[in-house]
Structures are given as structure tokens and as C-alpha cells.
T-cell receptor, first 114, second 110 residues
């Protein structure tokens, strides 16, 4: 079956603009995660959804970052007023359920803030 | 929070050689996964191995949960094995959050 998909694959934006990144998880997976990979920080967790609720938002770096998930499926990560330090690859993962299940990753969205 | 350390940070091998990558973690875990990040950035699942031993072709992995480490073995390495190998763990709090090590960068020379 289809894996995790993300769009766009690349996004270049000007500092101060808002961006939306989309993740489509594997069908039937109730848990969805966002991570970020940057040169200085490695791979870091941002937020976890179980169904439509987000029991763990502890990794969101500032209040400019928000995410939602609707219908227990697609998720959108929004970054407002982008800064250069937001430049990174944003990765989405999904698993059958939350806690203790294997996670599968999408190809990522490379965000460049100029 | 839980700490994950991988070693070595870098490894250069001649094609055909064997290698062992290590992952140490600081607390009990619900989940441990090994990934290979290919040159295009995609994280490829290698093993889901919170405990025990698994094998898949030339790769095998062992996790000794009581001693808080995991090993990834690569035998008869090929140039296509090049890339970054990550270990990631989920702590016992059961939130699903994976904590990643810094990775081992492997280069296999022909």
C-alpha cells in the first residue's frame, strides 16, 4: 500500500511569510508525528497526534508553530512569520497507534527561508 | 529526558567488509528503531527491535534492553549501504515520541 506522503517536497519562502506543510499518513494509522531535521540540531520531535487530538506538543519550538489534524487523517503544520532558523527538512511519520508501535516516515518537505 | 548516543560517528569501509554500529540509551524504552537515511533524505526502516535479535539479509540487530544498548551489524558491505544510520528510541512514558541519536555516517568504498 501507499506510504506516508508529504507536500510540497520543497518550499522556498521569504522571511516573515506563513507556510503550510501537509502530511498524508498511511491509511488506517491513528498516530501521526511531525519531526524536524536541521544541520545543527539533528532529528527532533515536534508534535504527536492520536486521532485528531495532540497529547504531546512539547517539541514545538515557539508559538509561531501550530498543527492540526482533521478526520483522523491528513495533518497540516503551519509556521507563521517564518524566520531563517526555521529552514530545515520537516518529516512526518505515522504508526498504527500511539506508543510502542513502529513509525514510518514520509520523504519530507525541505523548507528554505530566505 | 532519555539520552541516545551512537558510535562511531563516522565509518569508512572497503566493499565486502563487516561492521558493527552501536546505540546506547539512558533509560528503559518501549520502542527502538534503526533507520538508514539514503542520499535523498528518506528514512528507511531497518528494524523495529525494542528487545531481542532480528535478521534481514546482510543486516542484523540485537537489543539488550536490560543493559540499554542496541547493535546493528552490516555484513559484506556494499556501496549502496552508504549513508547515515540512525537509532531512535521511545521512552517508557508511551507518548510515541522518538528520540534520535546523532547518527553514524557510513561510507563504503568500491
Amino acid at each position: 500500500g501507499a506510504g506516508v506522503s508529504q507536500s510540497p517536497s520543497n518550499k522556498v519562502t521569504e522571511k516573515g511569510k506563513d507556510v503550510e506543510l501537509r502530511c498524508d499518513p498511511i491509511s488506517g494509522h491513528t498516530a501521526l508525528y511531525w519531526y524536524r531535521q536541521s544541520l545543527g540540531q539533528g532529528l527532533e520531535f515536534l508534535i504527536y497526534f492520536q486521532g485528531n487530538s495532540a497529547p504531546d506538543k512539547s517539541g514545538l519550538p515557539s508559538d509561531r508553530f501550530s498543527a492540526e489534524r482533521t478526520g483522523g487523517s491528513v495533518s497540516t503544520l503551519t509556521i507563521q512569520r517564518t524566520q531563517q532558523e526555521d529552514s530545515a527538512v520537516y518529516l512526518c511519520a505515522s504508526s498504527l497507534s500511539g506508543g510502542g508501535y513502529e513509525q514510518y516516515f514520509g520523504p519530507g518537505t525541505r523548507l528554505t527561508v530566505t | 529526558g532519555i539520552q541516545v548516543e551512537q558510535s562511531p560517528p563516522d565509518l569508512i569501509l572497503q566493499e565486502g567488509a563487516n561492521s558493527t554500529l552501536r546505540c546506547n540509551f539512558s533509560d528503559s524504552v518501549n520502542n527502538l528503531q534503526w533507520f538508514h537515511q539514503n542520499p535523498w533524505g528518506q528514512l528507511i526502516n531497518l528494524f523495529y527491535i525494542p528487545s531481542g535479535t532480528k535478521q534481514n539479509g546482510r543486516l542484523s540487530a540485537t537489543t539488550v534492553a536490560t543493559e540499554r544498548y542496541s547493535l546493528l551489524y552490516i555484513s559484506s558491505s556494499q556501496t549502496t549501504d552508504s549513508g547515515v544510520y540512525f537509532c531512535a528510541v521511545e521512552g517508557s512514558s508511551n507518548t510515541g515520541k522518538l528520540i534520535f541519536g546523532q547518527g553514524t555516517t557510513l561510507q563504503v568504498k568500491p
